[in-house]
């Protein structure tokens, strides 16, 4: 342990993933008059998260995308999702299983030309 000047012990932790996930760590620290247990959880996202997606539609008519969303963490996934932008629909919850891609399916229904 390190301590800084507010007298705080720093505990380095080196972490190399395989693969995105969630990750859990519990830590024991026993000294002869003390017990302590930190629980730490990683969150570890790829480094292509990022996709463009363009849609081409006339006015009034939607087109729905299924976005994969692949689960390769050590436990089900419920994830929240939040959509910005005018004329885009998709649940507001999705369910992703240990191990499972579920598909999310993005809507674009333009109201007006854009």
């Excluded at 849609?55 to 996934?77: C, G, H």
């Excluded at 939040?82 to 999310?104: C, D, H, K, M, R």
Aim: glycine share 6%; charged share 20%.
């Amino acid at each position: 342990f390190l301590l800084d000047r507010s007298d705080a012990a720093v505990l380095p932790i080196k972490f190399i993933p395989q693969y995105a996930g969630c990750f859990h760590c519990r830590i024991l620290l026993k000294s002869s008059c003390d017990v302590r247990v930190y629980e730490v959880e990683c969150i570890v996202n790829t480094d292509h998260a990022e996709a463009e997606l363009e849609f081409l539609t006339p006015a009034y008519q939607a087109v729905i995308q299924d976005i994969p969303i692949s689960n390769m963490s050590s436990r089900d996934w419920k994830l929240e999702a939040i959509l910005e932008g005018q004329g885009f629909y998709g649940p507001s919850l999705i369910n992703v299983g240990l191990g499972e891609t579920a598909l999310y399916p993005l809507m674009f229904k333009p109201i007006a030309e854009c």
